[in-house]
T-cell receptor, first 114, second 114 residues
Framework: EAQVTQNPRYLITVTGKKLTVTCSQNMNHEYMSWYRQDPGLGLRQIYYSMNVEVTDKGDVPEGYKVSRKEKRNFPLILESPSPNQTSLYFC?????????????FGQGTRLTVV | GDSVTQMEGPVTLSEEAFLTINCTYTATGYPSLFWYVQYPGEGLQLLLKATKADDKGSNKGFEATYRKETTSFHLEKGSVQVSDSAVYFCALSDRRGGGNKLTFGTGTQLKVEL
């Protein structure tokens, strides 16, 4: 089954404690990205990657890091989380070729930073 | 930059009522347009899409027509069901510079009651 898998689904952490949210896709997609969803703001792109070892900032990258060492995995790293990073996070993947191919989303990670 | 504006919710309807959720966009290129749906506790799923002007996307009884002259992509359904209760996101994708970045509206929550 084609899917994007994120872990964990729920996470409560304290300010400053480094954390990683994992994302894995099984569709051999080149393009992967992270979004955060906040009430009244919709989804905003944090970082994206067009292929292995190719990553770039999205619209709200401050406080986040990513890596793309393998095609299937795209972890999101918060080196020093702060309460304003409390949000619902989604990983998404899609093909690069073709005309605006469908993006597949993970089930989301609800992060609370206290 | 690109932006998407959609009507605020929540929208509450009785079962079998007609649904319209308005969506307008601003983009300098020729974007593809999407409607995504988010059921409670789940990630986003593609509902329908249109890749060029006058295209009509349709799925599960929902329809939307890409109107370049009014820069709109309104979502409609003739008879909603309780199972349609979800949050609906209008989005655009403009492939300038490569990649498949999605720009989302803020989402419209739909509640359908018996």
């Amino acid at each position: 089954e084609a899917q994007v898998t994120q872990n964990p689904r729920y996470l409560i952490t304290v300010t400053g404690k480094k954390l990683t949210v994992t994302c894995s896709q099984n569709m051999n997609h080149e393009y992967m990205s992270w979004y955060r969803q906040d009430p009244g703001l919709g989804l905003r792109q944090i970082y994206y990657s067009m292929n292995v070892e190719v990553t770039d900032k999205g619209d709200v990258p401050e406080g986040y890091k990513v890596s793309r060492k393998e095609k299937r995995n795209f972890p999101l790293i918060l080196e020093s989380p702060s309460p304003n990073q409390t949000s619902l996070y989604f990983c998404a993947s899609s093909l690069l070729q073709g005309v605006n191919t469908e993006a597949f989303f993970g089930q989301g990670t609800r992060l609370t930073v206290v | 930059g690109d932006s998407v504006t959609q009507m605020e919710g929540p929208v509450t309807l009785s079962e079998e009522a007609f649904l319209t959720i308005n969506c307008t966009y601003t983009a300098t290129g020729y974007p593809s347009l999407f409607w995504y749906v988010q059921y409670p506790g789940e990630g986003l799923q593609l509902l329908l899409k249109a890749t060029k002007a006058d295209d009509k996307g349709s799925n599960k009884g929902f329809e939307a027509t890409y109107r370049k002259e009014t820069t709109s992509f309104h979502l409609e359904k003739g008879s909603v069901q309780v199972s349609d209760s979800a949050v609906y996101f209008c989005a655009l994708s403009d492939r300038r510079g490569g990649g498949n970045k999605l720009t989302f509206g803020t989402g419209t929550q739909l509640k359908v009651e018996l």
